[in-house]
């Protein structure tokens, strides 16, 4: 019995120092890149919803069909990016099993989102132009998906103090 | 080779988890309030878009399936904040562990 006891000792305290010298990994690590170019998408996006304010007519939409472009590509690339990047598989077996590990990085959808709502815009502003609180509410939706976006990638620094 | 001693160990530990249980939890709740007063903001202007005809016709399935989405994403992104502090929890809980085999065994196993 105390062979066994011991036996049970001796390989819980290999399995932690195992793991502690490897290190759990849960998460991607934080890319510093993809940060920068979610901010500079940021501010370029926001200046253009600022240009915008007060709602669009289909007359001029040449004249913003390249900024639509530029900003659809720039969150197009980051979401390739975000997809193409590493993801970790638990390396300690009762983490897989008892923490809901997600499959690809949460920042993923929301990018794709931004894309997807810029596209949309282009769509109306092109055929109808785009009435004011529609500009407000595509603007919300870039708001609330970048803090989405930004706040898990900035998490991924995982800062101790 | 000396004893582990459990009662410190536990303190250690405690000690490692509380700040960072402290600080995520209260990153994770100003982002939550944030996300869901811009959420209910979100919901009241699709509202009034469609009530008042400020948001045409052909957007309403936009607006609407967008609702939906970003609420799915706003619980995504909570889900995996969780998990970036429980990664912390177990690391910070580990390197203890290892600290205190190697200070009851003598033997250094982490190289600085």
């Known amino acids: 019995m105390s062979g066994y006891r011991g036996a049970i000792r001796f390989f819980l305290i290999v399995g932690i120092v195992a793991a502690g010298l490897a290190g ?32 669009t007519s289909n007359a001029d939409y040449p004249r913003r069909e390249d900024t639509y472009t530029t900003l659809i590509g720039k969150y197009d690339a980051l979401a390739l990016r975000l997809e193409t990047r590493a993801y970790p598989k638990p390396t300690l077996p009762f983490v897989g099993s008892r923490v809901p590990v997600p499959e690809q990085a949460p ?41 989405n976006a930004l706040t898990y990638e900035n998490a991924l620094k995982r800062d101790s103090k | 080779m000396a004893e582990l001693n459990i009662g410190k160990l536990l303190t250690d530990i405690e000690n490692a988890a ?16 944030r996300q869901l007063r811009d959420l209910a903001a979100f919901a009241a202007m ?9 948001i045409s016709k052909d ?54």
């Open chain 1, 24 to 55: 759990c990994r849960l998460a991607p690590d934080y890319d510093d890149e993809i940060v920068q170019s979610l901010n500079a998408a940021t501010e370029d996006t926001s200046k253009f919803f600022v240009k915008i304010g007060n709602g």
């Open chain 1, 107 to 147: 920042s993923i959808a929301p990018v794709k989102k931004i894309a997807e709502a810029l596209g949309q815009m282009k769509k109306f502003d092109q055929a109808r132009g785009v009435k004011p609180l529609e500009v407000a509410a595509f603007r919300k939706i870039f708001e609330i998906e970048t803090r």
């Open chain 2, 18 to 33: 509380r700040p960072i249980l402290q600080r995520d939890l209260k990153s994770i709740n100003g982002f939550s309030e």
């Open chain 2, 46 to 54: 699709v509202a009034t878009g469609v009530a008042t005809g400020q």
């Open chain 2, 59 to 112: 957007a309403h399935p936009f607006m609407l399936q967008t609702l939906e989405d970003m609420t799915k994403h706003f619980v995504e992104v909570l889900h995996g904040l969780v998990v970036i502090t429980i990664e912390k929890l177990i690391n910070a809980i580990i390197d203890v562990a290892v600290k205190a085999i190697e200070t009851a065994s003598g033997v250094a196993l982490k190289v600085a």
